[in-house]
């Protein structure tokens, strides 16, 4: 069973902010919650992680909730260059867990 | 700075022959790993690396071998390619235990 659960896609206007959505009911006390999004054709690319706390970069933020089974990921703006799939992975030990993804569309 | 280079690029091979998947990183990076993408899935990981000499397998090793002579580099040896293993393959490494992985361009493989 996967360890993440995402919606499959979703859309959102230019410039608008986005809240993307991932569930991790079985998540342990030590296990990091990563993001990651990928371009067609490309590796996928670090967006932000966190343990308990919600996290800010320069890229989004990363809402953790208090019971830490569910998290957001916030882009504040959205622009078209933000299209791409959005993994939500759960990281145990050595090993990362990637779910399916949230296939972005963003709409100018 | 090159980051984590895989190659090849593609490759087609028939079922049963073997070959390996280059990757390496000039980062100095002490943990490597290798994941497979199949269409509609997300990546799962393959085997993994925390330093020269240390592997470690992961959620889908079975037909994959790995070895980790030195820090730069991460082979990838599939011995008797199956159908199966029809995948785009991409490589990964991180400096410490949390930090972020940089990833490879992939390397798209086709068994026929």
């Known amino acids: 069973d996967a360890k993440t659960t995402q919606p499959n896609s979703m859309e959102s206007n230019e410039e608008e902010p986005v809240h993307l959505p991932c569930n991790h009911s079985?998540?342990?006390?030590?296990?990091?919650i990563h993001w990651y999004r990928q371009l067609p054709s490309q590796g996928p690319e670090y967006v932000i992680h966190?343990?308990?706390s919600n996290v800010n970069n320069r890229m989004a933020s990363l809402a953790i909730a208090e019971d830490r089974k569910s998290s957001t990921l916030i882009l504040h703006r959205a622009t078209l260059r933000d299209a791409a799939v959005y993994y939500c992975i759960l990281r145990t030990g050595n090993q990362f867990y990637f779910g399916t993804g949230t296939s972005l569309t963003v709409i100018p | 700075n090159a980051g984590v280079t895989q190659t090849p690029k593609f490759q087609v091979l028939k079922t049963g022959q073997s070959m390996t998947l280059q990757c390496a990183q000039d980062?100095?990076?002490?943990?490597m790993s290798w994941y497979r993408q199949d269409p509609g899935m997300g990546l799962r990981l393959i085997h993994y690396s925390v330093g020269a000499g240390i592997t470690d397998q992961g959620e889908v090793p079975n037909g994959y071998n790995v070895s980790r002579s030195t820090t730069e580099d991460f082979p990838l040896r599939l011995l008797s390619a199956a159908p199966s293993q029809t995948s785009v393959y991409f490589c990964?490494?991180?400096?410490?235990?949390?930090?972020?992985?940089?990833f490879g361009n992939g390397t798209r493989l086709t068994v026929t």
């Open positions: 980062m100095n990076h002490e943990y």
């Open positions: 966190g343990l308990t």
């Open positions: 079985t998540i342990s006390g030590t296990d990091y």
């Open positions: 990964a490494s991180s400096a410490q235990r949390n930090s972020p992985l940089h």
